[in-house]
């Protein structure tokens, strides 16, 4: 991601300061469709270099490192590295456990600047709807809002994509189909990632943090 591309979608975050979900979730999309559309002009301006920004492992710059990565952040964490082209994937080292995004650095920059936003205003929502409730519907509250939000991100994305001319979008396809397969290559060679368990969570706060984040408001009006 450009620097100044960076810059805007950083200011347009810090704009967003009302405890409002709904306008948050609006800003989160307005920076994702932002980057998208970067990402897209960029491809058809041959300014993107599959030499010039390689995939690589991100174990530079972690999204976090715990003890015990928290799982709703993990179920957003993958919706996001998934709509911007990376994998978000865990690894060990020493007494932690590092969230990491396999990527191009471009990518992974816009992952963590969506990511670390997001993190905050989901952590207010789960407060907000559940004061009293258990850890277990906290983490569950949380694991809902984060699968819908990520859909709806993926949609905001595809509507970029959309607005674009036809003749645009045959050369843009290729592109994409390229650089997914080269990810999915690394991720195969380098990282020999396992298959990951089976979420366990309180169904009933699954449930209404889907219903949560399925009520905000993703674009503004």
């Known amino acids: 991601m450009a620097a100044d591309v960076h810059d805007r979608v950083r200011k347009l975050l810090a704009l967003a300061t009302s405890p409002n979900v709904h306008e948050a979730a609006s800003a989160a999309a307005a920076a994702q469709a932002l980057v998208e559309r970067h990402r897209l002009e960029g491809w058809l301006a041959a300014e993107a270099s599959t030499a010039a920004d390689p995939v690589t492992d991100g174990r530079e710059a972690p999204l976090e490192v715990a003890r015990r990565p928290r799982r709703w952040k993990v179920a957003l964490a993958a919706g996001l590295a998934e709509a911007n082209g990376c994998l978000a994937y865990s690894a060990l080292q020493g ?119 399925a009520a905000m408001k993703l674009r503004a009006e």
């Open 95 to 213: 007494e932690d456990t590092l969230l990491l995004l396999a990527g191009r650095a471009a990518d992974r920059a816009a992952v963590a600047e969506i990511w670390g936003w997001l993190v905050t205003r989901l952590e207010w929502l789960s407060a907000t709807h559940g004061p009293g409730r258990s850890r277990a519907w906290h983490e569950a509250f949380r694991i809902g809002a984060a699968e819908v939000i990520a859909e709806r991100l993926a949609g905001a994305r595809a509507e970029v994509q959309a607005s674009f001319p036809t003749a645009a979008l045959v050369r843009i396809e290729p592109e994409r189909a390229a650089r997914a397969a080269a990810v999915e290559a690394f991720a195969e060679r380098h990282l020999h990632l396992g298959r990951g368990r089976a979420l366990r969570v309180d169904g009933r706060g699954l449930a209404q943090g889907r219903a949560a984040g």
